[in-house]
């Protein structure tokens, strides 16, 4: 290594250091601005991802109420109730899609120059996950507005609390989907296996559709080993306008639990993948 | 730059234990362009892939560009560039948005990150494209927009894994003008992996020869021809007795006398070092003798015949690459993949 170099390459080692955390925040942006800078030089997707749960609000809500007829769903009317499932149902749809992304980029070799880069193995999961997560702050915020003159009182307080909650998640829930893709790299028909065979059940055993309170013991009994039902919930106090709650705590909990432990499982899985 | 020592990879491979890489001993200077050369499966992707520490040793120890790649593997990261045997440009981004990010992933300032993408993009003939999608580029502008990637951060080390496999030769020549245009203008050490054998032979200033996750030997091409291979001279005669006539007096000079193939008809095939040097004299020995060929042929010896000479085998038997070692970027994230390296 001449002087030139290795005083250019110590300079670069100092610059931006700043610490752990400050490291992981500008390795995170670094792989978020990548991302998402294809999602909006692609505006007609971003349009058609806003519509999809729109549309769902519009025609599964009013059968909702008809159909349970108020049993379970407390004082909220069925859009009330409906409204922050259909959101935690966009947050999963779309985090959990995180690893099929990168099952193309590992196909290409674009994943393996991500690899080679010198950003830590947690950015790659969690500014992947946030991309993905970004998009939902945009269709949350407009579903809501479109339910208010519908009869959905907004208290955006709550609603931007509980969109930071499913970030959280999301990121878990991302990292988990990272994981996923790379245990079954090669196999795109089993990552969407996997994924599709998860997601229905926990998404039905959270209560996010129809109210499990009329349910079977036995679902009420698997719904609280789900951390999504607690999510559920969470999201459900917020967007009634309620902060200071044991359910909104526990959701807080649960999102931090599925987001710990899926970025321990993604992080441990991008290093034994080098073993 | 490079200092191995004992470096291992073992991988499981279900009951099995596959030593891909046994005990490499390691030294690269600064500034040295080196290629490892081997067959499918002999261990040289691994051994890049340690370097780069895209797999973590079983054992041994290595120092890259001053870090060690166990402990300090983010730091290793850091100070090397690395373009991989797949596109590592993202097929639905930009030229400019997968350069900048790049830049981004090394912690460039926007500015700097600028300037240099600008810079790369021009030294390398890719101006113009910077807002075409990577998808709409021709195969030889994706891998020199690789390369521009593997050096925004102006490493002083470059890694380069089959560089230009799946190229036509004139592309692989226009990647080589560039790759050796920005390694003199950066300075750079290189270290590539190639089944080309001409590629090594034109392009390396030491090649190293991996077999069996061994290396078996470590040299400048020249010196490697001249101490494993020989040049071979045909020369061809008018007639069979003529022929005749040049072998006896070939036996009968101690210097040719066991370097020529005892075979009818009236061609002679003599193995010697430095063939073009030799020519003349030899032709002066056999027109004293009285035969004069009609034709003579040289053909210079070639790092295949090196590995022939060391191994008994031959590298053009088998030089496509394979999933085993170097196959797609998807299989080469697999350990079970990297396990089949050596089978």
Known sequence: MNAQTIEHVHAA???????????????????FTREIVVVLRDPFSLVFSLLQPLVFLALFAPLLGGMVGGDGIGDASALEWFLPGVIVMICVFGTGMTGSNLQYEMQTGSYERILASPLSRASILTGRALKEFAPLVVQALVITLVAVPLGVTPHLAHVLVGILLLGVFGIGLGALSYALAIATRGKEWMFWTVQQSLTFPLLLLSGMMLPLETGPDWMRTVARFNPLTYIVDAERELFMGTFASSTVLWGAVAAALTCAGGLAVGIRTIRRSAR | MIHTEGLTKTFQRGKQLVHAVKGVDLDVAPGELVAFLGPN????????RMLTT?????????????ADVRTQPALVRRRIGYIGQGNGAGHNYRVIDELRAQGSFHRLAPAVSRERAAELLRALQLNGLEKRPVMSLSGGQRRRLDVAMGLMNHPPLLFLDEPSTGMDPQGRANLWEHIIRMRDDLGMTLVLTTHYLEEADDMAERVIVIDHGTVIADDSPGRLKLDHADDVITLTFGAVDEADVAKRALRADQRYADRFEERAGEAVVLATDHGARQLPGILHLLEAAGARPEAAAIREATLDDVFLNLTGRSLREDDTPDAAEDGSAAARTANTTDGADAA
């Open chain 2, 54 to 66: 895209l797999l973590s040793p079983s054992s041994g120890s290595a120092r890259v560009a001053g």
């Open chain 2, 41 to 48: 499966g002999a261990g040289k992707s691994t051994t890049l």
């Open chain 1, 13 to 31: 080692d100092e610059d931006g250091t700043g610490g752990r955390i400050g490291r992981f925040l500008s390795d995170t942006r670094a792989v």
